[in-house]
């Protein structure tokens, strides 16, 4: 069973930073493409970024580039989000996913993930 366990959100102010964190199990990691995506109420889903199996190809969301870090550790299962200059806007639940086509999609903002993580929440306070 292929699970994605993500952590490391919570509370803090704007100007701040978080890491987020993704482990992924019942997978072969570095066969897969990852995306961090994102969910404010009442709003769409949004993709945030996106890298590809070996680390070396990222793509980010305009709203989050230069802020934003997306990187992986193959060796450990894992997934980040290094997020700085965190603003208000940028309150949702953040959801990591896994792509098997192990690279990102030229729109993989909009394209299929295979797998889904739970999500953490990400709150920035003004």
Wanted: one cysteine or more; a negative charge.
């Amino acid at each position: 069973e292929v699970q994605l366990v993500e952590s490391g959100g919570g509370l803090v102010q704007a100007g701040g930073s978080l890491r987020l964190s993704c482990t992924a199990s019942g997978l072969t990691f570095d066969d897969y493409a990852m995306g961090w995506f994102r969910q404010a109420p009442g709003k769409e889903r949004e993709g945030v970024s996106c890298i590809g199996w070996s680390g070396s190809s990222t793509y980010y969301a305009d709203s989050v580039k230069g802020r934003f870090t997306i990187s992986r550790d193959n060796a450990k299962n894992t997934l980040y989000l290094q997020m700085n200059s965190l603003k208000p806007e940028d309150t949702a639940m953040y959801y990591c996913a896994a792509e098997d086509r192990g690279y990102c999609h030229i729109r993989w903002a909009s394209s299929p993930f295979d797998y889904w993580g739970q999500g953490t929440q990400v709150t920035v306070s003004s």
